[in-house]
């Protein structure tokens, strides 16, 4: 069962700017712990997108871009691109599961 | 290159057991934490375990008891042993690398697929 909730699909034609939210409580992103963001390619292994909250991995566009605020979490991506349509995950750690925890997953759709 | 390479999945009967080699090259898994993570099919991503470079090791709730990690460090391989294996443990089982980047899960393998049925 995933703790942080975000919103099943969000969509936009080319060119647009997207954002998917990510909703955690006082036990995970509350808490402080960074929010990483994953994108996962059908078919595919998830590959990291954004870590602690707002840093780039080496190699990923800077269209891409995430935030934090209280208990929620944000990626943007702007300049929407047809090579951009999968699934996007956050995920977090929580202190009252000790464990990692992930989102519910948003899938992308380009128009 | 930094890789992980996961094997071992297949078809096992609920009850039974299955073990889960992650081979690792490019870094030492002993010095940075180490996670499996599953995907049923269809559904999203759910952490499984974790073990620390300290060696500490955590479970969800779903597998604990029933499922060990461990690590070999003279073969730089990970495990996940599962056992008393259930339908809904179904899913496709990847190793990550998470503690390099912060606690991120920075490096992922291709992946696993574990069928539990009858």
């Known amino acids: 069962q995933s703790v942080l909730t975000q919103p099943p699909s969000v969509s936009g034609a080319p060119g647009q700017r997207v954002t998917i939210s990510c909703t955690g409580s006082s036990s995970n992103i509350g808490a402080g712990y960074d929010v990483h963001w994953y994108q996962q390619l059908p078919g595919t292994a998830p590959k990291l997108l954004i870590f602690g909250n707002t840093n780039r991995p080496s190699g990923v566009p800077d269209r891409f871009s995430g935030s934090k605020s209280g208990t929620s979490a944000s990626l943007a991506i702007t300049g929407l691109q047809a090579e951009d349509e999968a699934d996007y995950y956050c995920q977090s750690y929580d202190n009252s599961l000790s464990g990692y925890v992930f989102g519910t997953g948003t899938k992308v759709t380009v128009l | 290159e930094v890789q992980l390479v996961e094997s071992g999945g297949g078809l096992v009967q609920p009850g039974g057991s299955l073990r889960l080699p992650c081979a690792a090259s490019?870094?030492?898994?002993?010095?940075?934490?180490m996670s499996w993570v599953r995907q049923a099919p269809g559904k999203g991503l759910e952490w499984v375990s974790v073990?620390?470079?300290?060696?500490?090791?955590y479970y969800a709730d779903s597998v604990k008891g029933r499922f060990t990690i461990s690590r070999d460090n003279s073969k730089n391989t990970l495990y996940l042993q599962m056992n008393s294996l259930r339908a809904e443990d179904t899913a496709v089982y990847y190793c990550a690398r998470n503690g390099f980047l912060g606690d991120a899960f920075d490096i992922w393998g291709q992946g696993t697929m574990v069928i539990v049925s009858s």
């Open positions: 073990i620390y470079s300290g060696g500490s090791t």
């Open positions: 490019g870094f030492t898994v002993s010095s940075d934490y």
